[in-house]
Structure formats: C-alpha cells, structure tokens
C-alpha cells in the first residue's frame, strides 16, 4: 500500500472532500455525473465516525467522472482520489 503524503499546507480530508463537492457543482451534480444516489455521496460527507471519506472502491470512479467532464480538481484532491488506483 501506498502512503498518499499532501502538500505542506496539510489539509484535513474534510477540506479536501469538500473541495471535490464543489468542483462538480454540489452533492446532487456529483450523484448525477457519477450515476450514484445522493444519499450514497452525502454518506460520504456525513461518515458515522464524523470524518468525510470517499471510500477507496468509489475514489476511481469519481476521479475519471472528473476527468470525462473535465472537472479541474485541486492537486491534493487527485492525490486523494488517485489513492485506490495506486494502491
């Protein structure tokens, strides 16, 4: 397995989730362009344990959806995204 480091300026997964959220217009938009229900994308953003995650097997999909439409993502978005693909 790989360890995905991010840049200097940390950035906490929340922070970063969010900026995938925002990049494809909102929760709705990503649900529609990725072909998932709302409610399994904002399960990622509202994980039970508090902290927001894109499980590894949904991380793929999300980033070759952004890749397709041609959503730019933040650098630290991709590499949390391209963590399932590398791993």
Known sequence: ???IR????????DEI??????AFGGQTKLAQATGLSIS????WK?????????PEWRRSL?????RRLNIELPSDAVLYLSQAIAA
């Open 62 to 66: 999300v980033l070759a959806t952004a």
């Open 6 to 13: 991010f840049s200097d300026n940390v950035r906490c997964m």
């Open 40 to 43: 399994t994308v904002d399960s």
């Open 17 to 22: 989730i969010a900026q995938i959220f925002t």
């Open 1 to 3: 397995m790989h360890v």
């Open 46 to 54: 509202n994980a039970r344990n508090g902290k927001p995650n894109i």
